[in-house]
């Protein structure tokens, strides 16, 4: 599987941004992706999961403002962002389980500043 993350960019403070996550190579093997960011310093950490059952789920930090979403017929997945803070400047990356050789891809990421 392979993955392209796009929708990053520079946006203030109270913004949105919307960042998508394509999936090529086999992605009917999927059954587990996720959002992750890492930020100048620190881990990389994780941000929204999705499954392939259905469930969703986003970390208190962005609970509220941010929803992750599968679209299987584009084979993509998406992470919309509203009311951006400074602290969630990072670089976001997509994440992707084949359950069919149990190996994890990530694709190279794309990068979200938040200032005024």
């Known amino acids: 599987v392979q993955l392209v993350e796009s929708g990053g960019g520079v946006v203030q403070p109270g913004g949105s941004l919307r960042l998508s996550c394509l999936a090529s190579?086999?992605?009917?093997?999927?059954?587990?992706m996720g959002w992750y960011r890492q930020a100048p310093g620190n881990e990389r950490e994780l941000v929204a999961l999705?499954?392939?059952?259905?469930?969703?789920g986003e970390v208190d930090s962005v609970k509220g403002r941010f929803t992750i979403s599968r679209d299987i017929d584009k084979n993509t997945l998406s992470l919309q962002m509203n009311d951006l803070k400074a602290e969630d400047t990072a670089m976001y990356y997509c994440?992707?389980?084949?359950?069919?050789?149990?190996?994890?891809?990530w694709g190279q990421g794309t990068q979200v500043t938040v200032s005024s």
């Open positions: 190579g086999n992605p009917t093997m999927i059954d587990l």
């Open positions: 999705w499954s392939r059952g259905g469930s969703t």
């Open positions: 994440k992707a389980r084949d359950y069919g050789s149990d190996a994890d891809s």
